[in-house]
DNA sequence: ACCTTAATAACACACCCGTGTCAGTACGGT
DNA sequence: ACCGTACTGACACGGGTGTGTTATTAAGGT
């Protein structure tokens, strides 16, 4: 008997148990945009990925274990989605043209977008229900978009002269600005979703671009020089 | 037959209906706070109540028809305690002071105005899930609030002189800054109830003092006029 | 070839839900 | 005093859910 299970000790049989595990995450996922978070039920998810549920509990012991994994996962191909659009570098076009962009690519303006805000919203949702100790996640995020808003908006001081530019622009106003544009693009969101027939996309353009105007420069430009 | 029918038509016999419909939507009321609006249920909301089942579908013969009556008492409720609020006259401050003590008004910066929020995001929820063709109603009152801005960021306009300042800021810049104001306000609520650790009541007041000292004005002051 | 064991699937139990039905109760008009 | 009717409460049915138990299957090491 010990000699036996000398040998058979850690060794996965038959299936890989990650990959399995990601095969459920993309049905819990589809179940997630159609139903809601809510919708994430043992059951719902084997019959959605074709399992039993007597499969599914061989990896999730539980329904806990299995919406925290499906967060997890989420919250992982979130990342890997959109962070490379928001990182793109920008060149072309005027700074608040630039910024706009990046703050566009987390605005769900179109259904690709809109997919990706409901996930996300359901991550925020299930750490508001389950607050862990370790701090919050997605706030992570966050202060990474937050970070990427910071430096679009040091590219926002005048161009020509990168280097002294600190001066006339110190880092608490850059932060602050940064963190209005912060929860600016939360509330437009929020708009967006919530009164669909309200705020629609270019509405929610055209007041993003007009509060990034009124961010102060040094250098006033001319009238409406980055306007289109 | 008829004739007894006769006598006994319209005559409600023995409790006012609309007491007991009033009952049950503070019961409810109870619940959502509790559980949230999913959590209203036939059998939940009879024994917050008090009553049986079958008492209630005396009243509602739908768990929609109870929802949805329990949304209109909660909206209404709601006019009731926040717009008496935020309709208040301010007079003392300064301008920015008096628009960021209206806007708090709707920030869920304490238990009440918390309480009010999450029963504000259940009726903007139930409304998002069951849109009606009669368009969004808690829409209306989120734009007699915006005339509420509008209005004072009139009084945002230089004081001294309040009959020609229509004409230094003509009425598309003032809605301009309205809607930023508004959608701001949203993400402020947004980033409050979400990620609570981090966005405090505090900080919540600097950005939003922050936001209207940005608010552009013919007559720039001093450098802090309005600061404390 | 056999046998252990992981993997799977089916079922059972208890709970909660919406809804329908129906018998009992009490009030108000006659 | 009586009777009809609004009101009340209890139960039943069908469906859904989480979770635990158990039998069946198949693969891999010996």
Redesign the pocket.
Same mark, same amino acid.
């Given at each position: 008997?010990l000699a @036996?299970?000398?040998?058979?000790v850690d &060794?996965?049989? =038959?299936?890989d148990?990650d990959q @399995?595990r990601a095969e459920l995450g993309e049905a819990a996922i589809r179940i997630i945009l159609r139903e809601g978070l809510a919708?994430?039920? &043992? @059951?719902?998810v084997a019959a959605e990925a074709g399992? !039993?549920?007597? !499969?599914l @509990?061989?990896?999730f012991?539980?329904?806990?274990a =299995?919406q925290a994994y499906v967060v997890q996962a989420t919250t992982d191909a979130l990342r890997r989605r959109v962070l490379p659009r928001v990182q793109r570098p920008r060149t072309e076009g005027s700074v608040v043209e630039q910024v706009a962009t990046i703050v566009e690519e987390m605005l769900p303006l179109d259904d690709e977008r809109r997919e990706e805000y409901a996930l996300w919203s359901a991550v925020v949702e299930w750490e508001r229900h389950h607050p862990q100790e370790g701090g919050s996640v997605t706030w992570n995020d966050q202060r990474a978009l937050h970070r990427q808003c910071v430096a679009a908006l040091r590219g926002h001081e005048p161009v020509r002269d990168p280097g002294q530019a600190t001066a006339a622009h110190p880092d608490a106003e850059v932060e602050l600005w940064a963190a209005l544009l912060h929860t600016f693009v939360d509330g437009l969101a929020s708009q967006i979703v919530n009164t669909p027939g309200q705020v629609s996309a270019g509405t929610a353009g055209h007041l993003l671009r007009a509060l990034l105007r009124a961010v102060p420069r040094p250098d006033p430009p001319a009238h409406h020089p980055q306007n289109r």
């Amino acid at each position: 008997m010990l000699a @036996r299970a000398y040998y058979h000790v850690d &060794v996965p049989r =038959l299936v890989d148990h990650d990959q @399995r595990r990601a095969e459920l995450g993309e049905a819990a996922i589809r179940i997630i945009l159609r139903e809601g978070l809510a919708g994430v039920t &043992v @059951r719902g998810v084997a019959a959605e990925a074709g399992w !039993s549920t007597g !499969s599914l @509990r061989h990896y999730f012991s539980n329904q806990h274990a =299995l919406q925290a994994y499906v967060v997890q996962a989420t919250t992982d191909a979130l990342r890997r989605r959109v962070l490379p659009r928001v990182q793109r570098p920008r060149t072309e076009g005027s700074v608040v043209e630039q910024v706009a962009t990046i703050v566009e690519e987390m605005l769900p303006l179109d259904d690709e977008r809109r997919e990706e805000y409901a996930l996300w919203s359901a991550v925020v949702e299930w750490e508001r229900h389950h607050p862990q100790e370790g701090g919050s996640v997605t706030w992570n995020d966050q202060r990474a978009l937050h970070r990427q808003c910071v430096a679009a908006l040091r590219g926002h001081e005048p161009v020509r002269d990168p280097g002294q530019a600190t001066a006339a622009h110190p880092d608490a106003e850059v932060e602050l600005w940064a963190a209005l544009l912060h929860t600016f693009v939360d509330g437009l969101a929020s708009q967006i979703v919530n009164t669909p027939g309200q705020v629609s996309a270019g509405t929610a353009g055209h007041l993003l671009r007009a509060l990034l105007r009124a961010v102060p420069r040094p250098d006033p430009p001319a009238h409406h020089p980055q306007n289109r």
